[in-house]
């Protein structure tokens, strides 16, 4: 047994863990162990990736009829073993909930956490893991009905707003009109379909979540135009792709598959042109991104063909995200490209 | 009915040989005397009846006349129209084969789908009288092991399917089917071991069963699905599944030791003692004599209890697991079927009942069995 040594500290460090967590708060103080061994060769050892995902967000990622995984946050799993193995179908989807997303990353089950996680300090650094790349600029908005006729979230003061319990909506909702000087009351209802129902029911005024989720709702109705997206956003959530803490190459080829889908887009390299472009444009990061020229590919451990297959299999950002947010509603807004005015998605450069 | 007839011949002796009039028995007799008996009786009936019709029809309308039952490739606009009119069981053409076996490979469905067959078959087998024999453990074996070969497949050129991808009505009775079965020989062991003699015994079993019974289902599943993994080393995994059965066995074993304790203590001493009297060992006497009497007496909160554990099982949708109730929740998170959830609430409802009211009216038939030597 030569682990055994690592075997028993992990075990008392699990204990110590799982004593910290009879206690609420203290619970996230305790770092998790740290990974052994390294999650990139593991993965190339298995022959799949396993990518834990959400158990149900339409556009991000859900089962269709066939039970295929589909949505914005699968399709970074696609991508990513896509750049490892050249096959984007070699991934395990693992379904995880809010509550066991984190646990799943620390111990191992999954390799990378592909859902929709708010990326923040303390997840940062107390929680164990690390955030490759942010995938998806979110952020809390309003939504009215358009009969309101409200066009600032300023104008909220004395309104009912629905509201979900216990998430940082509520949190945020608070902090922010205690900032404004605006009151209300809250109308806090557990369920989502409910809340929603309660806020075309009129039982609220205004109805508060992350902008995608509103975005959502509203394309969902059978008259979205009655319904209009406050422009105020009170809150940062920049939804990012998790990885384990301290496994630094298998970081960055995940947060270097997230650039090659910005950079693709950024070169108009799409599905459909990919081949022809590994083969014949003339512009020198092209090449270098496709492979061609240089060795970056292999300087990520990877295929140096690794950008080819990625594209060929997903398309670029800018495809991922029409194919997916698109159609429920979700603009571009701060996740087009940096080139966009008022788009935050930037790559470094590939040399 | 027949109260009413054996009343009347009691009354009326010299009437006897004469059947009663019509008025009196029958149909019209039960409604006489039930729902019409007075003037108040009858305008609540009538009340009452005018408004079971109007919703009667208006769920037959709603349900069947002016439902939409498919729709074209997604195209969900006719459903929408039909709004508030209609039900658009569309959702449940399109989506039937996930809410009924999940993100399992749609072109090796007919593994799960013969995995529900076996399950039933081997809970009807098991119900009939005849075939309790001590062979019906070992089929019970045998179909379980094939049900798992099945479900993971990897042999006789069946693809391997991990455990991630189960889904379904399937998980469902996975869950209920090797809980129960477990957790029942367990419940039985606790129970005695916790009227035992040996002081050791005893205490692990009462502290086994306070414990469980102590802290709710949702935080076992927690423990199982968060804290275990932390437990073991680098690598090591144990299915999810696997934990959360584990749980679920742990969970239900305390609450039917609770159960079959309230059997053992029911029965009178006497046949304790004379048991004893007669030089059985320990073992034949709760074998022979205690048991088969306590277990009778408990079949009512037996079922009860099996039945609010197939519910229960619908819990592992916390952790990540799709069972049935689950995979008929996501199954509608797809946009353009969002707002279908009373469609799919109402199948995914019906399923539960049809098992559940299964062996609820089992129980009944079997306790009446059973309890023969009882009336007189």
Known sequence: ?351 | MSDVTLNAAATVPEAAPRSAPLTEVGLVGWARANLFSGWISTAVTLVLAYFIIRWAIGFVDWAFVNAVWSVPNNQTQACRDARGVGACWAVITEKHRFILFGTYPYEEHWRPALCVLLFVALYVVSAMRRFWRPSLALVWVGVLTLIGLLMWGGVLGMPYVPQERWGGLVITLILATFGLAFAFPLAIVVALGRRSNLPAIKAICVIYVELIRGVPLISLLFMASVMFPLFLPEGMNVDKLLRAQIAIILFAGAYLAEVVRGGLQALPKGQYEAADALGLSYWHKTGFIILPQALRLVIPPLVNTFIGFFKDTSLVLIIGIFDLLTAGKTAIIEPAWQGFGVEVYLTVGAIYFVFCFAMSKYSQSLEAELNRHRVR
């Open chain 1, 1 to 351: 047994m030569p682990h055994f040594g690592l075997f028993l500290k992990r075990a008392l460090g699990a204990a110590a863990l799982g004593c910290a967590m009879l206690a609420p708060g203290l619970a996230q103080a305790q770092p998790a162990p740290a990974a052994a061994s390294n999650t990139f060769d593991a993965v190339r050892s298995r022959g799949q990736l396993i990518c834990g995902v959400n158990t149900g967000l339409a556009g991000f990622a859900q089962p269709d009829s066939q039970g295929v995984w589909k949505g914005f946050d699968s399709d970074y799993c696609r991508a990513i073993a896509a750049a490892i193995f050249g096959d984007p179908s070699k991934v395990r989807y693992v379904p995880t909930t809010a509550q066991v997303r984190f646990t799943a990353l620390q111990s191992g089950e999954i390799d990378v956490l592909s859902r929709n996680t708010t990326w923040t300090l303390s997840r940062d650094t107390v929680l164990g893991l690390d955030f490759a790349a942010t995938t998806f600029y979110d952020g809390q908005g309003f939504m009215v009905k358009a009969s309101l006729g409200v066009k600032s979230a300023k104008e909220l003061d004395g309104a009912t707003i629905c509201v979900q319990p216990g998430t940082t909506t509520e949190q945020n909702l608070t902090d922010w009109s205690r900032a404004n000087r605006v009151r209300f009351t809250p109308v806090v209802i557990e369920r989502l379909e409910e809340l929603v129902s309660a806020y075309i029911a009129g039982r609220c005024d205004a109805y508060t979540t992350d902008i995608s989720g509103l975005a959502a709702t509203r394309s969902a109705q059978p008259k979205p135009d009655d319904h209009l997206i406050l422009p105020e956003v009170i809150s940062k959530e920049p939804l990012a792709v998790g990885v384990r803490q301290g496994d630094a190459r298998f970081a960055d080829v995940v947060r270097w598959t997230h650039y090659l889908l910005l950079s693709a887009e950024e070169f108009g390299i799409t599905q459909a042109n990919v081949a022809q472009m590994a083969a014949n444009d003339p512009r020198p990061e092209v090449q270098r991104i496709l492979g061609k020229n240089g060795e970056l590919g292999k300087m990520l451990g990877l295929d140096n063909l690794w950008a080819v297959n990625v594209i060929k299999a997903v398309g670029n950002y800018g495809e991922i995200f029409a194919r997916n947010l698109t159609p429920i509603g979700i603009q571009r807004g701060p996740n087009a490209l940096w080139t966009t005015p008022g788009g935050l998605q930037y790559s470094p450069p590939f040399r």
